[in-house]
């Protein structure tokens, strides 16, 4: 990302005013990420409110607290609109509190090994209880599915909970496995889920290990590989998925597992898409002392330790390499599926360096890099993603 953009602390880091008025206030008057289903009006006041009361930090009551009226109003609207007969305008104003909830609970949750906050655990659940009201409405409903973790081990547990969405009709579809990242997990992806009900194939959405209802133990680096097991196992079962044709994508901390799945468990993909995906130098103790002062909206290491099951960041930034990163542990020198990667040259969070290094080990990789672009490639990525998702599914 060069040395002057990995030097610099970006502004929005001094406090919530900075937060909503240089990075937060401009995506959320267009509905992008991560106000994507949401409207300005919806959080205008309460980013006024937050402001007003110098309510600075992401991860206090105060801050998640002040989402909740909101939300809950817009769920009642949203009653209404379903008993007046327009469920389409139910389901607009359901996914609109979603995206209140969504930011109320940032910037993370895990319930491994316990709850990490009470307050945003509530906006979790009342996300997805919302979340539901809304697929009820739709032509192609969502069905929430407790996977057996047949595979588990040690401190894994014992159900892996999912979202699934099947096109209507009888017989085995294509099917994306759909991972999600640090902070965006099921209820959030209804664009990309609508995207592949559209192409005829299913999905089901996962969280990854130490995010949100993850069963996996998140300190455990062969966790995943338990868990991934399982879920294929359990969709070989289900009888709506062609197994030949399963699909990866892993989007920004979810793109370290499609690399790790892509090597793992490669005879039973079809191809793996790693989008804003870190794998080795994320890890390291340099980078991760700048990290906190790039892109995310709030301190990066705070979170990223909870989610690998370090009790503080010192302990994180001290280990985690050894023990996480996939060049160290050897994953990625084993051959691989077909493995597309995806980020922005200037990412700040997930260096861009970690997708490079892939083309040195294993089998031959696929990439596109977006010069200038921020994590994750947005907002050209996409335009590359489905094409070639496209194409292997046609070539498998």
């Known amino acids: 990302m060069g040395t002057k953009a990995y030097e610099a602390r970006m502004p ?37 409110h937050l402001i007003e009361n110098n ?3 992401g991860t206090s009551p105060d801050y998640t607290s002040a989402f909740f009226p909101a939300a809950e109003a817009l769920t009642a609207q949203g009653d209404a609109a379903l008993a007046g007969g327009d469920p389409k305008a139910a389901s607009a104003l359901y996914l609109r509190a979603c995206t209140v909830y969504r930011i109320a609970r940032f910037p993370y949750i895990t319930a491994y090994p316990e709850v990490n906050c009470p307050v945003k655990w509530a906006a979790w659940e009342a996300q997805k209880k919302v979340y539901t009201k809304a ?32 096109p209507k009709g009888e017989g085995k579809f294509p099917v994306v496995i759909l991972m999600t990242g ?12 609508d995207e592949f009900l559209s192409r005829g194939w299913g999905v089901v959405v996962v969280e990854i290990p130490g995010t949100a209802d993850c069963p996996a133990d998140s300190a455990d680096p062969e966790s995943p590989d338990r868990l ?8 070989g079962r289900d009888g709506r998925f062609e197994m030949g044709k399963v699909l990866v994508w892993g989007l920004s901390s979810g793109g370290y597992y499609a690399i790790r799945i892509a090597h793992t468990h490669r005879t039973q993909l079809v191809g793996s898409i790693a989008q804003g995906a870190g794998c080795h130098y994320f890890y390291d103790r340099e ?62 969070l997930m260096p861009i360096e970690d997708s490079m290094m892939l083309f040195e080990y294993g089998s031959p990789k696929e990439a596109r890099f977006f010069p200038g672009a921020l994590h994750m490639g947005y ?13 292997v599914m046609a070539s498998a």
């Open 228 to 235: 991934w097991s399982s879920l294929l196992q359990w969709m």
């Open 379 to 391: 907002p050209m990525a996409n335009a590359s993603v489905y094409p070639w998702m496209e194409s």
């Open 55 to 57: 309510i600075n930090d």
């Open 182 to 193: 640090l902070d965006g997990y099921r209820p959030d992806n209804t664009v990309r889920c």
């Open 287 to 348: 980078w991760l002392e700048r990290a906190d002062g790039h892109e995310y909206p709030f301190k990066l290491t705070p979170a990223m330790a909870m989610k690998h099951g370090y009790k503080t960041t010192e302990e994180y930034k001290e280990g985690v390499q050894k023990k996480f990163s996939l060049l160290e542990t050897g994953i990625i020198q084993q051959p691989s599926t077909r493995l597309l990667l995806i980020n922005g040259t200037l990412d700040g």
């Open 12 to 48: 929005h880091h001094d406090g919530i005013k900075a937060l909503w008025e240089t990075k937060w206030k401009f995506p959320c008057t267009i509905s992008v990420y991560p106000f994507h289903d949401g409207k300005f009006e919806d959080f205008e006041g309460i980013f006024n």
């Open 135 to 166: 697929a009820a409405t739709w032509e192609v409903p969502l069905e929430e599915v407790d996977v057996p973790h047949v595979h588990k081990q040690g401190g894994d547990r014992d159900v892996i909970p999912v979202y699934v969405r099947a």
